[in-house]
């Protein structure tokens, strides 16, 4: 077992922002039946841990002091009866829907880490077996915590929206955790890929990672046309993360039969739409058979996600801040001991 008087973790209240934040020691009961004592080591930063400290995600309005953040990696510690898929020692990372294990929309549960559901911003943090998944030796503990949502978030836009195949064009928003994370994965795939920054010093980043073109949309305000420009052509795929402010030039940087895949900024609830004739398809993260497909892809292809910048569990609140102001490139990670 642990040490569970040296458990602590960090507390949030919703509608309560960034300054809400605090650190305490905290008890832990033994793992139950069906879960996982995980000693966590990493977690990471994404946009919706700044929603939820605003009260702006959905079951949140009435929700008390929380534990934030999505994602995380850890050891796990011990296990509680009827576990099976997980065993002292591995190193494992949970999805960030509890209990989805597989299926599309219609299977999803509430159950999401760092909001409705206490997150892993602890040193030491429970979840059921079953959603958890193994973590490849290859990625250290910083690299596996951006993956249960950023990208898991970016393969299932490569995979659901429009499988992309060899000499596909995919259009990425932006260097943050999602378009980082699609780049690498559609040049793994064979894909030529455009993304589009206000930062020359980004760009030239993800040029370095293999990006085919590059617009700084400061520069170039029309950056559907300036990516039709220089690829000869309109994209087969846009991973949206932007949201309605920039659907027409999304719509205007397509092949007609390109497909948008809305990262959840459009509004509404999931649905299938089409906008002058291109398809929209909602993407949110991805079951815990998304995830393990994911993870093999990464192992084969050699995969290492990108992480910028690291800040102690107990500076979470300076990661944030950095999140907020856009000052990072691919992810902001968070070191747990």
């Known amino acids: 077992m642990t040490d569970q008087g040296a458990a602590r973790r960090v507390l949030a209240t919703p509608s309560g922002g960034i300054e809400s934040l605090r650190i305490e020691p905290f008890d832990l009961s033994p793992p139950g039946p069906g879960e996982a004592l995980v000693r966590m080591r990493a977690a990471s930063l994404n946009y919706r841990d700044l929603l939820a400290l605003r009260g702006k995600l959905p079951g949140m309005a009435d929700r008390g002091p929380y534990v934030p953040l999505s994602c995380g ?15 002292p020692g591995m190193r494992v990372a949970p999805i960030f829907a509890l209990g989805w294990i597989r299926g599309g929309f219609e299977t999803l549960t509430s159950a999401h880490l760092g909001g409705p559901v206490d997150g892993t911003a602890a040193s030491m943090a429970i979840f059921p077996a079953e959603s958890l998944v193994a973590i490849p030796a290859m990625l250290g503990d910083l690299e596996a915590a951006t993956l249960p949502c950023a990208g898991a978030t970016a393969w299932s836009a490569l995979t659901l929206a429009r499988p992309i195949h060899p000499g596909d064009l995919v259009i990425l928003q932006g260097t943050g955790g999602v378009s980082v994370a699609a780049l690498q994965f559609a040049k793994a795939a064979g894909a030529q890929v455009a993304i589009t920054s206000s930062s020359d010093a980004k760009l030239a980043r993800a040029w370095a990672l293999g990006a085919d073109i590059c617009v700084n949309y400061r520069r170039d305000p029309d950056w559907a046309a300036a990516i039709r420009q ?19 030039q999304a719509v205007a940087a397509l092949n007609a039969d390109g497909a948008i895949a809305s990262v959840g900024l459009l509004g509404g609830e999931p649905t299938r739409q089409r906008v002058a004739g291109r398809q929209i398809v909602p993407i949110l993260t991805g079951n ?42 691919g992810k902001i990670a968070i070191a747990i001991h």
Do not use: K, W, Y
């Open 288 to 329: 815990r058979d998304t995830v393990e497909a994911m993870l093999r892809a990464i192992e084969v292809n050699r995969i290492r996600p990108v992480v910028d910048r690291v800040f102690p569990l107990e500076d979470l609140a300076r990661g944030l801040q950095i999140l907020e102001g856009h000052g990072f490139f």
């Open 230 to 248: 220089q690829a000869g052509r309109g994209g087969d795929l846009l991973i949206d993360v932007v949201g309605t402010s920039e659907l027409d």
């Open 73 to 87: 990696c850890g050891e796990v510690a011990a296990v509680g009866p009827e576990v099976t898929r997980v065993a």
